[in-house]
């Protein structure tokens, strides 16, 4: 079929895209003379294809994610489409015939709850993250740093808990493959951007209560998506973090990936976040629901009006806080880190090639007792992963 050899250039594309490094360029409302709306277009050039992102707060915040067999693809916008009530088809790559694929993650909502000791969890009212009003995207736009910023707030709160606070969504790009340098200091490639998830000054309606963000993906007939959880080696980057989560989509008979989400179970409660400001965070089940996706203009604006019917639509919930729920009470902060890209997500791993440099560059019997180090620690690991029986 025509798909799958779309989709096996495009895991080709990507993994030559990883290995060069692209040229990311970003342009802010392109065509479009206001800044009473944000529409973000990053695009990732590779020597043979270019990757799209197209980031938005039209409706409820999104992003798009469109990969192309082309360098010179173009975002097209019929900015009085994409702003009516029918935005369907207001938004394509042009030449069509270059699109190999194409993704979508739009955030819904945000809940937050606390214990109700002989009740199990009171809801308080959810933030519908459609109905929000968001800051010019524009002045937080760095080209250099390849960074931007969407800052938000209910655009009705009668309880007064955003007066001093933002939710707010990080966007950063990347030319190259590298390791993000704050905690969770994410793995990355030139295939992928981060998004941190900041909620900052919000006041919490309850004796601590948690906050959990609702995601959606959206994905073209046939594709599915997965959720992946892996211990991870603790390593010096995350210290104290084990798991790693990464929501997949995956073709039709393939375990191949497409595209992804992944990130590490844990979110922090300062802007410079140290190990000790680690706030535990936990995905929920994943559910594919059927019907329309209120509120996501942007997406409707891409995949058109059958959105409902001809894309697999995933609903993920993200928690933050366990027993430790008072950490967001006390810094009144919260960001989570996020990678989404293209193909396989990237991997931490004990190269078999640096343990060897490392025995050549520090002599044999260090490297091999840094090897059984490694050994007992994952030895040790393997103890607290898996369940085994005390005889
Ligand atoms: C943009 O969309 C409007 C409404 O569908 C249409 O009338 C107009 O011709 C379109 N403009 C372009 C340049 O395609
Ligand atoms: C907002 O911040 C100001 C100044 O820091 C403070 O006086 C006020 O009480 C705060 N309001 C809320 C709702 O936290
Ligand atoms: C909030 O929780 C703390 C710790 O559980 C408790 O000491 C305090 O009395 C609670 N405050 C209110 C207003 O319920
Ligand atoms: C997410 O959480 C909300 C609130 O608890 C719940 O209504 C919804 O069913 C959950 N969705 C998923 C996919 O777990």
Known sequence: MAAAAGLALLALLAAAGAERGRKVSMEYNPGWNSSSVNLLHVRAVGPEDSLHYVWSSIGAPSVLLVATRSPSSALRVNWTQLLSPSPAGA????????????SAVVFTKLFEFSEAKPLGELF??????????????????????????????????????????????????????????PLPSLLHTADSSQLEFILAGVLPRGNGSRFLLQLAAVEPAGAARRLRARSSIDDEYTPSVFQELSLVAEAPNSSCPLSFLQWKAAAYGSPSPRREDGIQCRAGGLQVANGSLPGASLLQAFFGDSLG?????????????????????????????VLLG???????????????????ALGTPLAMLLLGSCLVLLAQRRRYSEYEPIN
């Open 124 to 181: 308080y009212p959810t933030y519908d993250l459609s109905e929000f009003s968001w800051d010019s995207l524009n002045h937080t736009l760095n080209h250099t740093a390849l960074t931007a910023e969407l800052r938000g707030v209910p655009a009705t709160d009668p309880g007064g808990a955003f007066a001093n606070g933002s939710l707010a969504f990080r966007v950063t790009a990347y030319e190259a493959g590298g390791r993000a340098g």
């Open 342 to 360: 293209f193909g396989e997500p990237p991997r931490d791993t004990f190269s078999p090639l640096v343990i060897s440099i490392t025995a050549v």
């Open 309 to 337: 019917s001809t894309c697999t639509v995933s609903v993920l919930n993200v928690s933050f806080g366990g027993e430790e729920g008072h950490v967001y009470q006390e810094r009144r902060y919260l960001s989570w880190a």
């Open 91 to 102: 938004v394509w790559i042009d030449p069509p015939d270059s699109v190999v694929y194409s």
